[in-house]
């Protein structure tokens, strides 16, 4: 599988509009990758919370209108980072798009762990409830975003839902980068999946970004990294590599908590 991972930096003096055309350019150019990936709010900043209202869209707006498109012209299964969605009731929240290689939105994921200690994000957005798992041709993907990396009981969880490969777009700030690439190699470990985790480069409202975006394999050895400024981190893997580490190395079979309800 070859997987590329759009670092794409967010710039205060970029329009949404021409950051969607930039980030839909930057897809298709990845034509001839399996699986393309964006970050965590790239059209608005993830730490832009006073945009958040007036930039949420419904699924079927503007950014899957573009992103279906870029998708389908490049034949690449994309997960489009996430956008401030607008539901139908009203609600706001922070979800992320998958298409497939003919443009059709397959799976979409309202981020479960909300970013901000009663202020930010954890107050303007409503929370996810369900994990999501994407079937792919040879592999699984499971989806989490920026703040889930610090919750392995959801990444259990998406393991018990067959995933392979863990895909966390991220804002994630420079402040708290060794904490990203730390997180990214125990999530690989623990869950003994491949970790595909994408950030962002430039400043979210004032905010630098840790970039660093980060490929790890289930040994938790680390693939490829991207430096600090925007670019595209392409790497190629076996995803067969998962359930050979599995077999090698059975630790899931192991597992005792989290298997049965609890007692009380």
């Known amino acids: ?3 590329s991972l759009i670092q794409i930096a967010v710039d205060e003096g970029e329009s949404v509009a021409s ?20 970050p965590e709010l790239w059209t608005t900043g993830a730490f832009a919370f006073e945009e958040f209202e007036a930039a949420a869209e419904a699924l079927d707006g503007p950014t899957h209108e573009v992103m279906a ?20 009731e009203g609600a706001v929240y922070n979800t992320s798009l998958v298409y497939s290689p003919s443009g059709d939105l397959v799976a979409s994921y309202r981020k479960i762990h909300r970013f901000g200690f009663d202020k930010g994000e954890a107050v303007l957005m409503g929370a996810g409830r369900e994990p999501v798992t994407v079937p792919l041709p040879d592999t699984t993907l499971g989806l989490a975003t920026c703040y889930d990396l610090r919750f392995p009981e959801l990444f259990r969880s998406l393991v018990d839902g067959g995933a392979e490969i863990l895909v966390i777009p991220a804002g994630w700030p420079e402040r708290r980068r060794a904490h990203w690439t730390l997180l990214a190699r125990a999530r690989a470990v623990e869950d003994q999946a491949f970790v595909l985790a994408c950030g962002t480069a430039g400043a979210h409202a004032g905010v630098p970004q840790a970039g660093h975006s980060i490929v790890v394999d289930p040994w938790g050895e680390v693939l490829a990294e991207a430096g600090h400024d925007e670019e595209v981190l392409t790497v190629e893997f076996d995803p067969g590599r998962v359930a050979a580490t599995r077999e090698q190395f059975p630790a899931l079979k192991d597992r005792v908590l989290g298997l049965e309800a609890p007692r009380h």
Not at 30 to 35: E, S
Not at 70 to 84: E, F, K, T
């Open 19 to 38: 950051r969607r055309q930039r980030a839909a350019a930057l897809v298709r150019e990845q034509a001839g990758a399996d699986l393309v990936v964006l």
């Open 1 to 3: 599988m070859r997987a």
């Open 69 to 88: 498109k870029a998708a389908s012209d490049a034949g690449v299964w994309l997960h489009a980072g996430s956008i401030p969605e607008r539901a139908p």
